[in-house]
Nanobody, 115 residues
Framework: QVQLVESGGGLVQPGGSLRLSCAAS????????MGWYRHAPGKQRELVAT???????NYADSLKGRFTISRDNAKNTVYLQMNSLKPEDTAVYFC?????????WGQGTQVTVSS
């Protein structure tokens, strides 16, 4: 099992940036595919980005070019860099780790984009 703790959320103005972090309780190197989902009130949960153990990334089409996922295996941490934020990016962002179909979730971090 692995525990995940997200951080870095908060209130930001439209056009601003945030970097979310997801710290794992154990090594993620070569073991876990990682990613981020988000859930906004009244909307379905949405896959934001994924990164494989080998570092291959994938993004929701609507977020390409603004969001970047990365992983630092030495720090057991995955990041989500979010730029040019829009009010519609407001949501709770959840980190996950996938090991051979077993999925572990963090508790989520709130991102609010508002002026």
């Amino acid at each position: 099992q692995v525990q995940l703790v997200e951080s870095g959320g908060g209130l930001v103005q439209p056009g601003g940036s945030l970097r979310l972090s997801c710290a794992a309780s154990k090594s993620i190197f070569g073991i876990y595919a990682m990613g981020w989902y988000r859930h906004a009130p009244g909307k379905q949960r949405e896959l934001v980005a994924t990164i494989t153990t080998g570092g291959t990334t994938n993004y929701a089409d609507s977020l390409k070019g603004r969001f970047t996922i990365s992983r630092d295996n030495a720090k057991n941490t995955v990041y989500l860099q979010m730029n040019s934020l829009k009010p519609e990016d407001t949501a709770v962002y959840f980190c996950y780790a996938n090991q051979d179909g077993y999925v572990y979730w963090g508790q989520g971090t709130q991102v609010t984009v508002s002026s």
